[in-house]
């Protein structure tokens, strides 16, 4: 069964090639390698021993996802993950985020709504819930205004694909909100490889570690948390891989309620910053140097995922710990930097 992944030479796109491959799926990735790049091909089949085809394709292009589709019509499912991601960038070059993350979006799903079936899982975000009211956050938390152009593609995202499948027979979709996915393939062939500095604290602690950064900051202690410091669901990427697995084959299998659906990817359990840069103490062994600083606007609290739709319905649970994960962004660290 061919599957389409866009974006699957980024972090969390190869990390799912790879489950795919391994669950038997013959995958094509289409990437413009605008955040990544092609060695990752290599990464992924020194894992799985197969190369996933791949299409250099910038989605942007609206004739050349047509040409695609033409060319592979036998795509039976779609994971897309391609998109911009930095929400500092996304407020400074707003149209740059609309037309990437929304564009692309309306070509593919024009594309998929040609076909009798289709099926299509898309890469959503808990930033749709800003400072939810309630934790854990389930799925029928109220989705807030967002914060930054960058969440609000990933709302318009998901409105586009909800009024699409109320009108789109044959059309199946789920989107799945992930919380803070972290870590790399316990293999060291692939991870994350943030351009320029790093925007998620994992990789800002781990290139501190490694002395890429002089010092990590860490924004505000004066939270009303148990150490004052911002808490988050940590979500080990391989875990989230799998979800997307099972995410496809409830589509493929016909076993979804309804044609769009909205699941939340996290742990469940949340961590503040100060117990995350623990955690990384005590699997590298190394002091981190951190400091404290002022609050960083537009930070919530508090955010982390009621996983119990993810655990019932999707059938899925992360398994992975903070430090499990933490090894695994520590060693690929140091092995990228060695
Ligand atoms: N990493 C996170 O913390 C996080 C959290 C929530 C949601 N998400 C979403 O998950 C998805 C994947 O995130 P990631 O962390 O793997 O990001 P990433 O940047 O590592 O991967 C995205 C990939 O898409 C490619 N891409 C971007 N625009 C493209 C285009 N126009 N045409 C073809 N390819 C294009 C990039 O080259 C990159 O390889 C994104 O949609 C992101 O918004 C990520």
């Given at each position: 069964m061919k599957i389409l992944v866009t974006g699957g030479l980024g972090f969390i796109g190869s990390h799912t090639v790879v489950e795919l491959?391994?669950?038997?799926?013959?995958?094509?990735?289409?990437?413009?390698?605008?955040?990544?790049?092609?060695?990752?091909?290599?990464?992924?089949?020194?894992?799985?021993?197969k190369m996933p085809l791949f299409e250099k394709i910038d989605l942007k292009e609206k004739s050349k996802v047509e040409a695609f589709f033409k060319k592979y019509q036998?795509?039976?499912?779609?994971?897309?993950?391609a998109a911009s991601k930095a929400v500092g960038e996304s407020v400074e070059k707003p149209l740059l985020y609309y037309e990437n993350n929304i564009g692309t979006l309306v070509y593919l799903l024009k594309?998929?709504?040609?076909?009798?079936?289709?099926?299509?899982?898309?890469?959503?975000?808990?930033?749709?819930?800003?400072?939810a009211d309630?934790?854990?956050?389930?799925?029928?938390?109220?989705?807030?205004?967002a914060e930054s152009p960058y969440g609000n593609t990933k709302q318009i995202g998901e409105e586009i694909i909800r009024d699409t499948c109320a009108v789109t027979q044959g059309l199946n979709a789920i989107a799945l909100r992930y919380f803070n996915p972290m870590g790399a393939h316990p293999s060291g062939h692939i991870g994350e490889l943030p351009i320029g500095v790093p925007q998620?604290?994992?990789?800002?602690?781990?290139?501190?570690?490694?002395?890429?950064?002089?010092q990590l900051s860490v924004f505000g202690d004066d939270y009303p948390t148990e150490d004052g410091t911002c808490i988050r669901d940590y979500i080990y990427v391989v875990d989230l891989a799998k979800a997307h697995v099972q995410a496809l084959q409830r589509l493929l299998e016909g076993k979804n309620e309804e044609n769009y659906e909205v699941f939340n990817l996290g742990t469940g359990k949340g961590s503040s910053v100060l117990e995350v840069i623990h955690?990384?103490?005590?699997?590298?062994?190394?002091?981190?140097?951190?400091?404290?600083?002022?609050?960083?606007?537009g930070d919530v609290v508090s955010a982390y995922a009621d996983t119990k739709k993810a655990n019932e319905v999707l059938g899925w649970k992360a398994e992975y710990t903070l430090d499990e994960a933490m090894?695994?962004?520590?060693?690929?660290?140091?092995?990228?930097?060695g």
């Amino acid at each position: 069964m061919k599957i389409l992944v866009t974006g699957g030479l980024g972090f969390i796109g190869s990390h799912t090639v790879v489950e795919l491959q391994d669950k038997g799926f013959e995958v094509v990735v289409i990437d413009d390698c605008s955040n990544s790049s092609e060695k990752v091909l290599e990464g992924i089949t020194s894992i799985t021993g197969k190369m996933p085809l791949f299409e250099k394709i910038d989605l942007k292009e609206k004739s050349k996802v047509e040409a695609f589709f033409k060319k592979y019509q036998d795509i039976e499912g779609v994971i897309h993950f391609a998109a911009s991601k930095a929400v500092g960038e996304s407020v400074e070059k707003p149209l740059l985020y609309y037309e990437n993350n929304i564009g692309t979006l309306v070509y593919l799903l024009k594309e998929l709504s040609k076909k009798n079936t289709s099926n299509f899982i898309f890469s959503s975000s808990c930033t749709v819930y800003g400072q939810a009211d309630k934790m854990p956050i389930s799925e029928t938390a109220p989705v807030k205004p967002a914060e930054s152009p960058y969440g609000n593609t990933k709302q318009i995202g998901e409105e586009i694909i909800r009024d699409t499948c109320a009108v789109t027979q044959g059309l199946n979709a789920i989107a799945l909100r992930y919380f803070n996915p972290m870590g790399a393939h316990p293999s060291g062939h692939i991870g994350e490889l943030p351009i320029g500095v790093p925007q998620n604290l994992v990789p800002f602690i781990t290139q501190t570690g490694v002395g890429l950064r002089e010092q990590l900051s860490v924004f505000g202690d004066d939270y009303p948390t148990e150490d004052g410091t911002c808490i988050r669901d940590y979500i080990y990427v391989v875990d989230l891989a799998k979800a997307h697995v099972q995410a496809l084959q409830r589509l493929l299998e016909g076993k979804n309620e309804e044609n769009y659906e909205v699941f939340n990817l996290g742990t469940g359990k949340g961590s503040s910053v100060l117990e995350v840069i623990h955690s990384f103490e005590r699997v590298s062994g190394k002091k981190l140097n951190y400091k404290i600083v002022d609050r960083r606007p537009g930070d919530v609290v508090s955010a982390y995922a009621d996983t119990k739709k993810a655990n019932e319905v999707l059938g899925w649970k992360a398994e992975y710990t903070l430090d499990e994960a933490m090894k695994s962004a520590w060693d690929w660290e140091q092995k990228i930097r060695g």
